[in-house]
């Protein structure tokens, strides 16, 4: 089983608790066999007509991701965290092959997705058992902006805009601007509006 070592907080202003994503054993009884087994090779057009790759996250704060398209496929671990952004890689019929910031992938129901773009802030350097990298977030989009809050290393944060620079998010009743290459829920390039 695996476990993520994603914990954050708002230090400078406010602590916001943070529930890491979880591992966990519980497995769906119910079956529905896939009518075929998705390709391996190449990514095909997205059967909803949307671009593949995307970012979504998750609706609920538990969220099986199984080893394949179906409940009786078994279940590689439970995301215990409503907002988690995940990168959907490949469709079949009602289930998203999704990828997540530690490059894992599993298949996750399609009703337990959001279209609501959210990201982790710099997950790539939050480790367990060492102290949290701290970010701030700014009232502008400029280094030089006075800071709104500082946030850890794995905080969520709702991804409001960005300008492939900048974006706006908010994080619990706090609202600024993080640059877009500290995100994991964003494209570099990506323009949301």
């Given at each position: 089983m695996?476990?993520?070592g994603?914990?954050?907080?708002v230090?400078?202003f406010?602590?916001?608790?943070?529930s890491?994503?979880?591992a966990?054993?519980?497995a769906?009884?119910?079956?529905?066999?896939?009518?075929?087994?998705?390709?391996t090779?190449?990514?095909?057009?997205a059967?909803?007509?949307l671009p593949?790759?995307?970012?979504?996250?998750?609706?609920?704060?538990?969220?099986?991701?199984?080893?394949?398209p179906?409940?009786?496929?078994p279940?590689?671990?439970?995301?215990r965290r409503?907002?988690?952004?995940?990168?959907?890689?490949?469709e079949?019929?009602?289930w998203?092959?999704?990828r997540?910031a530690?490059?894992?992938t599993?298949?996750v129901?399609?009703s337990?997705?959001s279209g609501?773009?959210t990201?982790l802030?710099l997950?790539?350097?939050?480790k367990?058992?060492?102290?949290?990298?701290?970010?701030?977030?700014?009232n502008?989009?400029?280094?030089?902006s006075?800071?709104?809050?500082?946030v850890?290393?794995?905080?969520?944060?709702?991804v409001l805009?960005?300008?492939k620079?900048?974006?706006?998010?908010?994080?619990?009743?706090?609202?600024g601007?993080?640059?877009?290459?500290?995100?994991?829920?964003?494209?570099d390039?990506?323009?949301?509006r």
């Amino acid at each position: 089983m695996r476990h993520f070592g994603w914990v954050g907080a708002v230090v400078l202003f406010a602590q916001l608790g943070f529930s890491p994503v979880e591992a966990g054993g519980t497995a769906a009884a119910q079956a529905d066999a896939p009518a075929q087994q998705p390709g391996t090779g190449a990514a095909a057009p997205a059967q909803t007509g949307l671009p593949l790759p995307r970012f979504v996250s998750l609706k609920s704060d538990e969220v099986n991701l199984r080893s394949g398209p179906g409940r009786d496929y078994p279940t590689l671990w439970v995301y215990r965290r409503a907002g988690l952004p995940l990168e959907v890689v490949e469709e079949f019929e009602s289930w998203r092959k999704v990828r997540d910031a530690d490059g894992a992938t599993g298949w996750v129901l399609q009703s337990l997705l959001s279209g609501r773009r959210t990201a982790l802030i710099l997950p790539w350097d939050a480790k367990a058992n060492t102290s949290p990298i701290q970010v701030t977030i700014r009232n502008d989009d400029s280094e030089r902006s006075a800071p709104v809050a500082i946030v850890e290393a794995g905080v969520i944060a709702n991804v409001l805009a960005c300008d492939k620079a900048w974006c706006n998010v908010t994080i619990d009743r706090y609202r600024g601007y993080i640059e877009q290459k500290k995100l994991w829920g964003v494209y570099d390039s990506e323009v949301i509006r």
